[in-house]
T-cell receptor, first 117, second 113 residues
Framework: EAGVTQSPTHLIKTRGQQVTLRCSPISGHTSVYWYQQALGLGLQFLLWYDEGEERNRGNFPPRFSGRQFPNYSSELNVNALELEDSALYLC????????????????FGPGTRLTVL | GQQLNQSPQSMFIQEGEDVSMNCTSSSIFNTWLWYKQDPGEGPVLLIALYKAGELTSNGRLTAQFGITRKDSFLNISASIPSDVGIYFCAGPYSGGGADGLTFGKGTHLIIQP
């Protein structure tokens, strides 16, 4: 069974540009999560999508946005890129994020390495 | 979101030694998770804990959910070279239920042969 896939693997942009990152969850998973892993800041929760809806977001400005498609794949968009946006962006998926009982296991993709110059 | 304090930040040990790391929170968690991340890869779940006081093992790994629900520890016994990596504790971003995860800063484990 294929794991979580992300594209592209690496990306180089300049300040002020916009970027779109893509994620395909494990087949059958309806929840997709996005995380930013910047040097020195660790893994930080960005966004959670389930069944096409944004369910929660972390402490990031509105220029970080995304969406989830009917096939449960997801995009993360970052507008007006800043130097500090350079990071590894990780996507994770889980079976059903809204069970409300426990945290379903999140399976992570390999990430997209974004460099902003 | 919740803040997790993970220690130590890094560990330099000899192969065969036991390892212990812990994580604390200022707020109550109802789930504690331990992940490992290898270079160039995403984190992989090692152990999940759902009940205060719970002690769970996965091979040479043992983790416990503190009874105060504000802490957890992970032990690795008889370390081997493939244990090298970064270990993260994590819990639900809003403290409980299904959600994104908040992570500790990680413990870098380095094993000297």
């Amino acid at each position: 069974e294929a794991g979580v896939t992300q594209s592209p693997t690496h990306l180089i942009k300049t300040r002020g540009q916009q970027v779109t990152l893509r994620c395909s969850p494990i087949s059958g998973h309806t929840s997709v999560y996005w995380y930013q892993q910047a040097l020195g800041l660790g893994l930080q929760f960005l966004l959670w999508y389930d069944e096409g809806e944004e369910r929660n977001r972390g402490n990031f400005p509105p220029r970080f946005s995304g969406r989830q498609f009917p096939n449960y794949s997801s995009e993360l968009n970052v507008n007006a890129l800043e130097l500090e946006d350079s990071a590894l962006y990780l996507c994770a998926s889980s079976l059903a994020g809204t069970s409300g009982i426990s945290t379903d296991t999140q399976y992570f993709g390999p990430g997209t390495r974004l460099t902003v110059l | 979101g919740q803040q997790l304090n993970q220690s130590p930040q890094s560990m330099f040990i000899q192969e065969g030694e036991d390892v212990s790391m812990n994580c604390t929170s200022s707020s109550i968690f109802n789930t504690w998770l331990w992940y490992k991340q290898d270079p160039g890869e995403g984190p992989v779940l090692l152990i999940a804990l759902y009940k205060a006081g719970e002690l769970t093992s996965n091979g040479r790994l043992t983790a416990q959910f503190g009874i105060t629900r504000k802490d957890s520890f992970l032990n690795i016994s008889a370390s081997i070279p493939s244990d090298v990596g970064i270990y993260f504790c994590a819990g639900p971003y809003s403290g409980g239920g299904a959600d994104g995860l908040t992570f500790g800063k990680g413990t870098h484990l380095i094993i000297q042969p």
